[in-house]
């Protein structure tokens, strides 16, 4: 009789488990975009729930959860534009943000636009396909908003959020 290890080791080498890693060939689950320099409206937004299960293990990108699926796949036709990919959480809940570039190579930040919210900025962004997750800190899912922007958010919000805050109380 057979034993059935070396079968499943094959099948494992040849068909990878989902949980090794992400995905950027897989279908983005909040569907495609395509982008060009002077897109309007600027920003581009997407409410959608990050998080996933899968802690990612791309170099310094290595914290968080994402799901294996990539949430959007930008196609970008930037003319050298510089390109903002942030995200705003809801609750205060603690986002992340890995994005694929089209050279390959992965970029991902946690903090970088406040407290809990992730900002990315890709200068001279080559054009391409951009493939995008929204993470957690924690194993937890919740919702958020994607933007994307050829505009520095933290420069062109700041008086907003002020304001914001103001109307709150």
Same mark, same amino acid.
């Given at each position: 009789?057979?034993?059935?290890?070396?079968?499943?080791?094959?099948?494992?080498?040849?068909?990878?488990?989902?949980?090794?890693?992400?995905?950027?060939?897989? $279908?983005?689950?909040?569907?495609?975009?395509?982008?060009?320099?002077?897109?309007?409206?600027?920003?581009?937004?997407?409410?959608?729930?990050?998080?996933?299960?899968?802690?990612?293990?791309?170099?310094?990108?290595?914290?968080?959860?994402?799901?294996?699926?990539?949430?959007?796949?930008?196609?970008?036709?930037?003319?050298?534009?510089?390109?903002?990919?942030?995200?705003?959480?809801?609750?205060?809940?603690?986002?992340?943000?890995?994005?694929?570039?089209?050279?390959?190579?992965?970029?991902?930040?946690?903090?970088?636009?406040? $407290?809990?919210?992730?900002?990315?900025?890709?200068?001279?962004?080559?054009?391409?396909?951009?493939?995008?997750?929204?993470?957690?800190?924690?194993?937890?899912?919740?919702?958020?908003?994607?933007?994307?922007?050829?505009?520095?958010?933290?420069?062109?919000?700041?008086?907003?959020?002020?304001?914001?805050?103001?109307?709150?109380?």
């Amino acid at each position: 009789m057979r034993k059935p290890s070396l079968f499943i080791a094959l099948v494992y080498i040849v068909f990878p488990l989902s949980a090794a890693g992400q995905s950027i060939s897989a $279908d983005a689950a909040y569907g495609d975009i395509a982008l060009s320099a002077g897109f309007t409206p600027d920003p581009w937004a997407k409410h959608l729930t990050a998080g996933g299960s899968i802690s990612p293990d791309h170099g310094s990108c290595s914290y968080g959860y994402v799901a294996n699926a990539p949430d959007i796949e930008l196609t970008w036709e930037g003319g050298g534009s510089t390109l903002y990919i942030y995200v705003m959480s809801k609750g205060g809940a603690d986002a992340t943000l890995l994005v694929n570039t089209p050279d390959g190579s992965w970029s991902c930040d946690d903090d970088g636009f406040g $407290d809990t919210d992730p900002i990315i900025q890709i200068a001279k962004a080559p054009s391409g396909v951009y493939d995008i997750w929204v993470g957690t800190y924690s194993s937890s899912t919740f919702g958020a908003t994607l933007f994307v922007s050829e505009l520095d958010p933290r420069n062109a919000l700041g008086s907003f959020f002020e304001d914001a805050e103001v109307i709150r109380r």
